[in-house]
């Protein structure tokens, strides 16, 4: 669940009717200055379930939608890198 810029894993058991919320997480959209084509369309694609953050130097944008049991998510790809001048856009990859 997004909430004004913060995430929320939520885990619904059907079973049991309870619900599981973590604390908020916020989503990293303060991390790059300037959007990239690549970050647009990842923005697109995923309708705004993404988490920004840096990882070994690299901005990882993250797909929300979907995570794979309690390890992380299926998907993140590296966007830019970060250089002395900010953040440098590169040919974007799955990690």
Known sequence: M???GVFYDVKLN???NSLEMSPKQDLG???IEVPTP????????????MRL???D????ATDL???????G???KFALAEKDTDGWKEISPFRL
Do not use: C, M, P, Q
Not at 38 to 49: H, K, Q, V
Not at 57 to 60: A, D, E, K, S, T
Not at 65 to 71: F, P, Y
């Open 2 to 4: 997004i909430d004004d």
């Open 14 to 16: 059907a079973l049991t």
């Open 29 to 31: 959209y303060a991390a």
């Open 38 to 49: 690549a970050l647009a369309s990842l923005d697109w694609f995923t309708n705004g379930f």
């Open 53 to 55: 953050e840096e990882i």
């Open 57 to 60: 130097g690299h901005l990882v």
């Open 65 to 71: 939608r979907l995570k794979k049991g309690t390890r």
């Open 73 to 75: 998510y299926r998907f």
